[in-house]
């Protein structure tokens, strides 16, 4: 069979680093108060010159290093953003000229946090099909530039950086590696509960986060545990069978509820959310290349992404890396 393989993962973070402590002098805020809340105790955040691209394109040079593979090779890149570096064209396309590897297929995908699910089940979709061979996977985010600096429920919970993986289609056994069993799902009916209040169409304006956090944890831990037990059965697989559980980085509260629902130990859930905060649509590669390079996660360990975002946006996707 056709599966999409994983060969190599990189990420990238902004050089500045914004402490709880610094936000205190900033904002009504306590260093207390957003670990208790949150778990977060620093963020990145991007400068002059650092952009949604160029944190994607420096993610996308380490996963292609990691794997010892020419940029020219890629023919295929999808790119998860919600923060692009203009409105058009795709910032994908601003990354592969960087790279090198024109004349192939390169697109943004927009599903806010969940973003990277979405990029990477696409992804996966063209190179069984044929329509690729390798595609690189990025999702990449400068979230500091739509937050409301004098929201003091919101701006300490994000940050900036970018992750990557760089996939292979490849003929392998039934217990060979891959991506194994994907899902996705949608809800608009939830879109006032976390969205940016401004756009092109509405009020020509970026405008500005906006979040009720409350109605948003409640949705995360039912919606995530659903959605993995749905990966799961789509591929045969049980619980007790992952190794890891790479989650979005949104909350340490809800990581911990969501490991509790599913009777998962927490020992096997990544968790980067105290040092990177909630960076969207790159939280899920940039916790899952932090755990390959630092050895927690090996070869032939089944790994479980999942995400949830807003739209509503959720999924998960199986993959033996």
Known sequence: MIRSVILGSGSALPVRVVTNAELEQRIETSDE???ERTGIR????????????SLATDAARRALEAAGVDPA????????TATPDQTFPATATVVQHNLGCNGGIAFDVAAVCSGFLYAMATADSLLRTGMARRALVIGAETFSRILDWDDRTTCVLFGDGAGALLLEAQEVVQDGPGVLATRLHADGAHNQLLYVDGGPSTTGTVGHLRMKGREVFRHAVVN???VLHETL????LAVDDIDWVVPHQANARILDATARKLG???ERVIVTVDRHANTSAASVP????TAVRDGRIKPGDLVMFEAMGGGFTWGASLARV
Do not use: M, N
């Not at 940039?286 to 290349?289: H, M």
């Open 42 to 53: 620093q963020r990145h955040i991007a400068g002059e010159g650092e952009t949604t691209s």
């Open 33 to 35: 108060w957003i670990v």
């Open 286 to 289: 940039l916790a899952y290349d």
């Open 73 to 80: 090779s890629v023919d295929l890149i999808v790119l998860a």
């Open 233 to 236: 059965a789509a591929s045969g």
């Open 264 to 266: 998962l130990p927490a």
């Open 224 to 226: 995530l545990a659903d």
